[in-house]
């Protein structure tokens, strides 16, 4: 009986015991769940907090101070050494037109339009187009996928040209037909890559209702070679056929009589115009169609092209000859 009831009494103290530990166990939990878990929650959240709020920071601004008075020193190197004007050159006269940032893993760079004011007498206002890091210290030429070989530096520098900047009478209109694209090509007619678009241009005529031509002639030799086809526009006379020769058959050389010459022996009804002599005829050019030709290279800058080719087709811009681009601007 004695040790019967010993025994009876231990169970009672074993429940009681494992009762105790399961009522102590169920106040820890709640303890570790409403005091510490907000202290948790807070120091685990707050990283993130941090996070988002340093992404939200204006840190991908461009330093544009930095970027004018950078403009200036390389305006007055350049520039101060040929003319007095440029000498005292400052970044007041530099001003940011347009800027489309892009962003390549991680670094952040900036397509610019620049406006700039050239001091009196003669001042003038010319843009110019680049692209550069986000410290405006640092130009870049341009940037390219290596295995797609795409460029977002040139397809950042094709949206800073709006389609509604262009005049109407912009370029010369060289060809009108029963398409339905319009079509503006500016072009050098030494620039490789502005005859290669010259032929798939003329292999596309059957698409376009208008074309437009404006040119931006690199040297001397393709100013002149300019001239001629203002010349030839101005008084109707084989303006495509001219243009044609221009991008096809004429040789490209140094030499800007040598090129009179080939055009006069491609056309020899030019000579009743210009005379015999390449030297007269040259100088017949340049009184007439030497500011025309410059004025119309000038007029594409303030657009924000500096280089051949380029082409709008209706309303989308391509800067570049790229076939797949303009087969898909006009399937």
């Known amino acids: 009986m004695f040790f019967n009831s010993i025994v009876r009494n231990y169970r009672v103290m074993l429940h009681g015991f494992w009762a105790f530990l399961f009522i102590f166990g169920l106040f820890f939990v709640s303890f570790i769940h409403f005091t510490l878990n907000p202290f948790m929650a807070n120091a685990l959240a707050q990283p993130r907090e941090q996070s988002a709020k340093q992404a939200a920071k204006p840190g991908f601004e461009l330093d544009e101070a930095a970027l004018k008075a950078n403009v200036a020193a390389r305006i007055r190197a350049t520039r101060g050494a040929q003319d007095e004007r440029f000498k005292q050159f400052g970044p007041e006269l530099v001003s940011i037109d347009r800027k489309i940032p892009f962003h390549i893993e991680g670094m952040t760079f900036f397509a610019v339009k620049l406006m700039i004011l050239s001091p009196p ?10 692209v550069v890091d986000k410290s405006g210290t640092l130009q870049i030429s341009d940037i390219q996928d290596l295995a797609s070989g795409n460029s977002p530096a040139q397809d950042a520098l094709s949206q800073l040209v709006r389609i509604e900047d262009i005049p109407p009478d912009f370029g010369k209109e060289i060809f009108k037909g029963n398409g339905k694209y319009s079509m503006i090509v500016i072009s050098d007619p030494f620039c490789p890559y502005c005859r290669k678009g010259w032929d798939y241009v003329k292999a596309q005529r059957e698409k376009l209702k208008t074309l437009r031509l404006s040119h931006f002639p690199l040297n001397r030799s393709a100013e002149v070679t300019c001239m001629v086809m203002a010349d030839a526009h101005h ?6 056929e001219i243009v044609d020769f221009s991008y096809t058959r004429l040789n490209p050389v140094s030499n800007p009589e040598d090129i009179l010459t080939q055009f006069m022996d491609a056309f020899p009804e030019l000579k009743e115009k210009w005379g015999e002599d390449p030297a007269l005829a040259m100088k017949h050019l340049e009184s007439n169609y030497l500011d025309v030709v410059r004025e119309e290279r000038k007029n594409a800058q303030i657009l924000g092209i500096n280089s ?3 082409f709008f087709v209706n309303n989308k ?3 570049g000859f790229d076939a797949d681009k303009l087969g898909k601007a006009m399937p």
């Open 121 to 130: 007498p003669n001042a003038g206002e010319e843009s110019t187009s680049i």
């Open 235 to 240: 008084r109707q006379f084989k303006f495509f």
């Open 308 to 310: 051949t080719p380029a």
């Open 317 to 319: 811009f391509i800067k």
